[in-house]
C-alpha cells in the first residue's frame, strides 16, 4: 500500500533561520511526488512536482529535491508569510491518478 | 477562470440529517475528485471522476456517501444520516490529463461540516 510520512509535524524558525522538511514514501511505481501549501482554512496550493531521483525545482525560497525513498523541502531564509501546512503526496502507478498525502508539518515562521 | 469553487463553505447540522456539497471544477478540467480532510491530518482520497464516470471509489466512501457528476461538469457529494465521524473538511479538486503525466490537482476552499 502506497504510504507518506512527513517529519516533523511541527517546525518553529525564527524569520532567516534555513531548514528542512523531510517526505519518506513508500509506492508502487512513482508516478510524481508532490508538494503543496495549505494555509488555515484553505485548500491546499500546488507548489512542486518531482519525478524522478536526483530531480530539484525552486520557487523563490522554497527548493525540493527527491531520492528514490524521501522527498526534502528546504526552506532558505524563511519569511513570516512563509508560516503554513506543508503536504507532500504521491501518485503511484495503482489508481485513476489519485493523490496520497501525508499528514503535512506545520511551519510556524517568526519575526 | 475563478479555480474550482465549493459551496457552501461552512456547514452546521444535526446528526442523522442529510447534506449536499457542490463543487465547480476549473471548465476545461476532465477530471474531478474528492477528498476529506480532519483536524492535523492530510487529505483522504473518496473518490474520482473522468468526465461524468465515477471510476474509482474508497473504502472510506461508506454508502452513506453518494457522489454524481452529472454532464461532466459540476459535482455533488451528498451524505445521508450523518454522524458526528462525518466532521470534516471536504476538498474537491480538478485536473486537464494532458497525456503527458502530470496531471497537477487544482484544490478549491473546501466544505467544512460539522454534525452535532
Known amino acids: 500500500e502506497d504510504q507518506v510520512t512527513q517529519s516533523p509535524e511541527a517546525l518553529r524558525l525564527q524569520e532567516g533561520e534555513s531548514s528542512s522538511l523531510n517526505c519518506s514514501y513508500t509506492?508502487?511505481?512513482?508516478?510524481?511526488l508532490f508538494w503543496y501549501r495549505q494555509d488555515p482554512g484553505k485548500g491546499p496550493e500546488f507548489l512542486f512536482t518531482l519525478y524522478s531521483a536526483g530531480e530539484e525545482k525552486e520557487k523563490e525560497r522554497l527548493k525540493a529535491t527527491l531520492t528514490k525513498k524521501e522527498s526534502f523541502l528546504h526552506i532558505t531564509a524563511p519569511k513570516p508569510e512563509d508560516s503554513a501546512t506543508y503536504l507532500c503526496a504521491v501518485r503511484g502507478s495503482g489508481g485513476y491518478n489519485k493523490l496520497i498525502f501525508g499528514a503535512g508539518t506545520r511551519l510556524a515562521v517568526h519575526p | 477562470d475563478t479555480g474550482v469553487s465549493q459551496d457552501p463553505r461552512h456547514k452546521i447540522t444535526k446528526r442523522g440529517q442529510n447534506v449536499t456539497f457542490r463543487c465547480d471544477p476549473i471548465s476545461e478540467h476532465n477530471r474531478l475528485y474528492w477528498y476529506r480532510q480532519t483536524l492535523g491530518q492530510g487529505p483522504e482520497f473518496l473518490t474520482y471522476f473522468q468526465n461524468e464516470a465515477q471510476l474509482e471509489k474508497s473504502r472510506l466512501l461508506s454508502d452513506r456517501f453518494s457522489a454524481e457528476r452529472p454532464k461532466g461538469s459540476f459535482s455533488t457529494l451528498e451524505i445521508q444520516r450523518t454522524e458526528q465521524g462525518d466532521s470534516a473538511m471536504y476538498l474537491c479538486a480538478s485536473s486537464l490529463d494532458r497525456g503527458d503525466g502530470a496531471n497537477v490537482l487544482t484544490f478549491g476552499a473546501g466544505s467544512r461540516l460539522t454534525v452535532l
Open positions: 509506492v508502487s511505481g512513482l508516478r510524481g
